[in-house]
């Protein structure tokens, strides 16, 4: 395989992301037969089929799986060596792809705010996902650095904690359990939950939370695509809530939410800057790694330590 082109794999790369020739074609503004050329020398060379044509489109095989992976580690590859250069040359730029948990969309922008003032010459892009669609942009290299709760643990990851990441309860300003103090886990699990999806990071930990409870696991809730769409319906009183306390600040000061005391809370997880474990660091991500480090906890948007008694519903 060591005839291999960079066009060669970048056909196979447009290829397995559209699902067609034709469409990848298109991707990359050449004409299907140009792009059938390059994929028919692959294969020749590698002497096996990369792909099966299916009514449904073309279908990679083991060995297209495998030419894949290694186009992606190029083409991350030479992106690098682009960053590196600028590097030696003295130049202070480059691009930093940030990936981050939907729960993290409340402060990530602000981050970006305060990283982009210290970094006037990095560009940063930001992909925003529930936890799975942010694990497979890191595992597939489609993002530099993830901000998210738990790191996974299917393939070798960098982490570094920036800062706390409580989870509280939260219920509408009339609720019944508003004004109460010390509520039992067992008065809290008899309630109607408005959940994320599965696979969710506060879904998983309302589930930890909750599984000493015998049977409340078969039904965890009612399932909101959300944290927005959770809110609004807490606030509507069609039933509480597990969530960030990141999520609420604005609504508990409004006091349009209120924070449940239950024995237990908050749940206190921490916040991640993850990394592929393959993955060469880059300038960008050198000096976003160090930003985090010193500055990120402060952008953190907490309720305030220890929680106002407002925000429990007390006066």
Known sequence: MRTLSLRQLKAVEAIMREGSVARAAKALSLTAPAVTLQLKQIEDDAGLPLFDRTRDGMRPTDAGRLVFEAATFVDERLRQ????????????????????????????????????KAHPGIEISLMVGNR?????????????TALMGRPPKTFAVR??????????????????LA?????LKETIAAEHFLVREPG??????????LSDIPGRLDY???????????????????????????????????????????????????????SHGDRTFSPAMHAFDTFLGSEGARYLPLVSKPYPAAAFGLS
Request: contains cysteine; proline residues 2%.
């Open 220 to 274: 965890l809730g009612q399932e909101m695509g959300s944290n927005e769409t959770i809110k609004q319906a807490v606030m509507a009183d069609l039933g509480i809530a597990f969530i960030s306390a990141h999520t609420i600040a604005q609504e508990v000061e409004l006091g349009r939410l209120v924070i449940l005391d239950v024995v237990g809370m908050p749940i206190r997880r921490q916040w991640y800057a993850v």
């Open 200 to 209: 969710s990071g506060t879904r998983i930990s309302l589930e930890i939370f």
């Open 179 to 183: 004004g109460c103090r010390d509520i």
């Open 159 to 176: 982490a570094a904690l920036f800062g706390d990441h409580p989870l509280v309860i939260v219920a509408s300003a009339g609720h019944r």
């Open 132 to 144: 799975e669609e942010t694990v497979s942009a890191l595992r597939d290299h489609r993002i530099d």
């Open 81 to 116: 060596l682009d960053e590196e250069l600028d590097a030696l040359k003295g130049v202070r730029a480059g691009h930093l792809r940030l990936g981050a948990v939907s729960t993290a969309k409340y402060f990530a922008p602000a981050l970006m705010a305060g990283f982009k």
